[in-house]
């Protein structure tokens, strides 16, 4: 089976009698008093329950309906909800601000606010709290979804933003069209290796306010697999997949980094995995050697994809074990999508093309781009160049046809690749968890290295920087104390100017 229509993807698969098991690690904020475990059906109920409560709250066909709430997977069922009664859900992560979730709110004019935050009347026509307020999923238990509503490939079908690190999120606009028919129709294509077996089990830790979740519960429930497990916490993760041993993995770059300590354990879960998938952000190698190793498979295969919110992704590569062993940086990532993708390296001030090895501005081709920005529809048409989109990243194509990535614009420091040199510090000191290179004008760049304890050995980093590019002094943090997004990105320029009091960078910004 492949997917057709979110609003009624679940009823489908219950149709065609799915035997796919949902576990989760804590019971949806939703329901709570439906527990963790769910069958194909149950999902199926509990998404026209959900459309039946929107309903109640005054969702119509052509309204939106914004999210924001504690990261779960019932993200994903409230969007099957709304777009069930043909309104148009937007995804908001509860890791915003209060004052970047105001702006977006009014950039989306929504309907009904479905939160578990206090937020005032004006922000929507209604506020449906999960929590108390003034009208609560308790006034409209019980009310009756209407029929499904069916809509044109070409409508809005679903909002998500971007991560936000440089700033405000974008507002991204996907239709049927683009996410269901190009991307997740796509995906959910049986591959050797890669592709989704029925006695798989399948594990889960996203940000599921984002755009990557809703495609792959599009994916993956087609492709029916034993077991699915949601993992809203990294956390969370050990007693879950200690009792069901995944042998399919896909994860944050940011959550694989934290499941090192884990996969090194006694405890390892991860024991079982086949494949990993990461996207979102280009992973470090430490990291995918870790994973990799603490599979007993005989030969477990590391897929990296790298694209953009608002064109799914863009290219792909494969790593074993011995691959992951030889790479010193994640910048190679791969080729682009054959026959969906194609790419094209540019003068950032000219825009016209530059030879393979030579550094310029990345464009993107495919059929899978978003169709505007809400509320910023002049923004999205400055990243267009024709049928070209601009992804605001620096790149080089080999002439293989390769694509190496040296850093976003917007991050970008004179002379080196901030992306390298982190790969090459966290390849050659083990106590740092993430390495995080930041340029600013007037100055060297700065590298904040992250370890657990918020402590480093000066000596062994001595060392390492004689090898490097000249830096500014490292700065020392732990985990919590790094700005990140919903997705576990950092917040380069917020961390940036908390360090030196100022976000300058030596990128424009112009395609961010």
């Known amino acids: 089976m492949k997917p057709r229509d979110m609003g009624t993807l679940f009823e489908e698969c219950a149709a065609r009698r799915a035997h796919t098991a949902l576990v989760l690690d804590r019971p949806f904020d939703i329901a709570p008093e439906r527990g963790t475990r769910f069958t194909v059906p149950q999902l199926a109920e509990l998404v026209v329950d959900a459309a039946g409560w929107l309903h109640g709250a005054g969702v119509r066909p052509g309204d939106r309906v914004a999210v924001v709430k504690r990261n779960h997977y019932d993200y994903d069922l409230l969007a099957c909800a709304a777009i069930r009664l043909g309104a148009v859900p937007a995804l908001l992560s509860g890791h915003l601000s209060d004052d970047v979730l105001e702006t977006l709110l009014k950039r989306l004019e929504p309907a009904v606010v479905v939160t578990d935050r206090p937020l005032a009347a004006h922000h929507a026509r209604r506020v449906l709290s999960l929590g108390h307020g003034e009208l609560t999923l308790d006034d409209v238990r019980g009310t009756r979804a209407p029929g499904p509503w069916r809509r044109d490939d070409h409508d809005p079908l679903v909002v998500n933003h971007t991560s936000g690190t440089t700033g405000v999120p974008k507002l991204v606009v996907h239709t049927t069209g683009t996410l269901v028919n190009q991307l997740a129709r796509f995906?959910?294509?049986?591959?050797?290796?890669?592709?989704?077996?029925?006695?798989?089990?399948?594990?889960?830790?996203?940000?599921?306010?984002?755009?990557?979740?809703?495609?792959?519960?599009?994916?993956?429930?087609?492709?029916?697999p034993r077991q699915v497990l949601v993992l809203s916490e990294p956390d969370s993760a050990q007693?879950?997949?200690?009792?069901?041993?995944?042998?399919?993995?896909?994860?944050?770059?940011?959550?694989?980094?934290?499941?090192?300590?884990?996969?090194?354990?006694?405890?390892?879960?991860f024991?079982?995995?086949?494949?990993?998938?990461?996207?979102?952000?280009?992973?470090?190698?430490?990291?995918?050697?870790?994973?990799?190793?603490?599979?007993?498979?005989?030969?477990p295969v590391w897929v990296q994809g790298w694209g953009q919110t608002e064109t799914g992704p863009l290219t792909f590569r494969f790593l074993t074990r011995a691959?992951?062993?030889?790479?010193?940086?994640?910048?190679?990532?791969?080729?682009?999508v054959p026959g969906r993708t194609r790419l094209r390296v540019v003068d950032p001030e000219t825009f016209t093309p530059v030879p393979r090895g030579v550094p310029g501005l990345v464009l993107a081709r495919t059929?899978?781009?978003?169709?505007?920005?809400?509320?910023?529809?002049?923004?999205?048409?400055?990243?267009?160049?024709?049928?070209?989109?601009?992804?605001?990243?620096?790149?080089v194509r080999t002439r293989t046809g390769r694509v190496l990535l040296l850093d976003r614009e917007v991050d970008a420091a004179p002379g080196l690749s901030c992306l390298e040199v982190e790969d090459r510090v966290e390849d050659r000191l083990p106590e740092v968890l993430e390495c995080v290179v930041l340029g600013t004008r007037g100055s060297l760049p700065v590298p904040v290295l992250v370890t657990a304890d918020g402590l480093l050995d000066r000596d062994r980093w001595r060392a390492v920087a004689d090898g490097l590019p000249p830096l500014a002094a490292p700065r020392v943090l732990t985990w919590d104390r790094v700005p990140r997004t919903g997705t576990g990105k950092v917040r380069r320029l917020e961390l940036l100017a908390s360090l030196v009091g100022a976000a300058e960078s030596h990128g424009s910004g112009r395609w961010t």
């Not at 079982?272 to 030969?299: C, F, N, Q, W």
Request: hydrophobic share 40%; with cysteine; glycine share 8%.
């Open 271 to 299: 024991r079982s995995v086949r494949l990993y998938i990461s996207t979102y952000d280009a992973m470090h190698p430490p990291a995918m050697r870790t994973m990799l190793g603490a599979s007993e498979r005989k030969r």
């Open 367 to 395: 059929k899978a781009r978003c169709t505007g920005y809400v509320g910023e529809q002049d923004r999205w048409l400055a990243k267009n160049s024709g049928r070209w989109w601009n992804t605001g990243d620096l790149g």
């Open 187 to 224: 995906e959910s294509t049986w591959l050797p290796v890669i592709g989704l077996r029925r006695d798989d089990v399948v594990a889960n830790a996203s940000s599921y306010a984002h755009g990557r979740t809703f495609c792959w519960t599009g994916v993956v429930f087609s492709m029916a």
């Open 239 to 269: 007693q879950v997949l200690a009792d069901h041993r995944p042998t399919v993995v896909e994860a944050l770059p940011s959550v694989y980094v934290r499941w090192q300590r884990l996969a090194n354990s006694a405890a390892n879960p």
């Open 323 to 336: 691959a992951a062993a030889r790479e010193e940086t994640a910048r190679d990532l791969g080729r682009p």
